[in-house]
Structure formats: C-alpha cells, structure tokens
C-alpha cells in the first residue's frame, strides 16, 4: 500500500476523529474532579455534547453539498482540533460547556464527512473500506485514550495534554489526507432525508442499531468514571479502560468480513449481543479493575459488529433504496450513540455506576432477542 493513497489519506481522518475523542474520554474524570461535578451535572455537559453533534448534522451535510466530502472533512478537523484544546483551558463551568457543545458539533459534522468521503473512496476502488474505515476510528480512539494514561502519568494539565496531542495527532494525519482529492458536490441532494426513522421491518434493524450504539457511546465517557468509582482505580488504569474496549472493537472489525461470511447475519448479531451482555454483567459484578477491563473487553467484541450489520441490512431492504434506508437506520444508531453517556449520567445519579451498566445489559437483551432481524440481508 502506498503511503498517500486515497484509503490511506480517508482513514488518516477516521484514525484522527477517533484520536480525539479518545483523548476527550481519558480525561472526563480529571475534568469532573476539577470542576466537582455531580453525575447529573456531568450527563448534562455529556447531553450539550451530544445535542451539538446533532445539529451539526444537517449543516455538514449541506456543506458536503457544496464544496465536497474531502474538503469538508479537511476544515473540520482544524476546527475540532482547536474545540479539544480549549476545553483544557476552560476557566469556568459555563466556558466548559460551550466549548463541549462546539465540540460535538466538529465531532459530528467531521463524523459525516468523513464517511461521505470513505463512501467516495469505496466507489472509486470499489471494495468494501467501510467496516475497515471504522476499525481505524476504534484503533484512533484507543491510541487517543493510551496517550491520555500516559499525560496523566506525566501529570501533564488537561490543557497541555490536549495541546500537545492536538498537534502531534494532526500533522501526520494532514499530511497523508492530501492528496488532492475532488468529491462529486453534486453526490447528495440534501433532501433532509437523513434524518427519516426507519419503519416496516427495518425499524427492528434500527432499534438494534440504537442499542448497540447506546452502549458505544457509553463507554466512550463513561469506562473510565465508572473504574474510578466502582473499584477505586487510579486515574492512570482508568484510562486504559476505554483502550482495551476499542482494541476488542479493532480486532473483531478486522475480523467481521470472515465471520459473518462464516456465521451469517442473524447469528452474528445474536453472538455480539451475547459477549455484550456477558461483558455487562462481569463489569456490574467485579470485585476489582482487573475483572472489570475483562468486561470492558468482552464489550468490544459485542458491540463491534452491530452498526455495521444493520447498515449491511438496510442497504438489502427490499422495501426502500439503499441511501434512504441506511439514512433512517444510521439516524437511530447515531442517537443511541449520542444519548448513551447522558443517560448514563442520569440514571447513575439516581440509583448508582452498577445499576447504569445494568440498563445497558437490558438493552444488550434486546440485541440478542431481535438479531434475527439482520436475516434478510442474507
């Protein structure tokens, strides 16, 4: 593989919006600590987060429209690199959080970019990147949240940490992602279908979606907090918790061509939300950190595979056009993924860090219960 090509220069990108977000994660609990933040008061910043994301959505799609996935995808991500640096550099509660909620809408508005820009590339090559674009985010996210145990080791502020990452994440990533790419501005009509709710059978598939996505989000801001809450472990291995989640997520992405190939649709999805649950309930009973990063690991293989199955299946429904019934599937997905850490926040606030996983364990339930939903895609 050549070192600028258009895969590599698309998932420079996936590898940079994973990096940091994984950064983001692996300093929530320094960030709740300095700013004495309840559950409920951190769910809410979570929920500002989430809220700018989705707003973005729309927008980047119009710009997408207009000047082309590549180029998009570029802007943003300077625009993302300088939100996760000034959240470091807060200097009040209400400062922090509007730059989380500026931070989500880079996040988000980079998120659609770059998968415009991948579905590009699929085309051009046309070969399957996609589940593979993915598993370069999952790996981006854990080298973000690994970087982040090593600042917190060096006690580096949460300023200089995110400073210092923001570049050395950036300029090697810029640097394979130009390649002077030109997108078809004319790829999307910007009808607002994206945001069309899945229906017939295909709402099952969302719903799977929802769930699968919710648990992601989840342990995105939440693995670390509930290390250091539940077993009392250092901030330093709490953010190695989110790294052994996502090196699950890696492998078994790599892994997903040859196993639904082997299992089919339907099974593979019931197996992911067997490890799911399993990983759950390992994490709610764990005497101690090392039980709980088994957990986390069994997590990553659950959840890894869910998202892509219900795009694979939304794009064979027999009863809408690939774009328009990927669009509702990824609406849900997309909620779930963002409403996941609020809702955490919420309901450990109200009862406890176990009972939260718990909710998520009755969600991986239904995974589990509706995987035969992913069988018409076969």
Sequence with gaps: MRLKSPFVAVAAMFFLNGAFYGAWASRIPTIKSGFDLSPDALGLLLLLLAGG?????????????????????????IGYAISLAAIGISPSLTALAIFLFVFGVTHGAMDVAMNAWGTEVEKRLDLPILPQLHAVFSFGAGAGALFGALAITAELTV????????????????????????SDVAASSGDGKVFALPSGSLLLVGVIAFCGSLGEGAMVDWSAVYLVETVQATESLAAIGFTVFSIAMVVTRLS???????????????LSGIFAFSGLIVAVIAPNARVVLCGYALMGLGYALIVPLAFSRAANDPNQSPGTAIASVATLGYGGLLLGPPIIGFIAARSSYEMSFSFLAVLALGIILLAPAFRQSE
């Design 256 to 270: 997903g061509t040859f196993l639904i190939k082997r299992l089919g649709n339907a099974l593979t999805g019931r």
């Design 53 to 77: 994301a989705i707003i973005s959505f729309p927008v980047a799609g119009r710009m997408i429209d207009r000047f082309g996935a590549a180029r998009v995808t570029h802007v943003v991500a």
């Design 159 to 182: 300023f200089w940490h995110f400073f210092i990452f923001s570049i050395l994440a950036s300029l090697p990533c810029f640097y394979l992602a130009s390649i002077g790419w030109v």
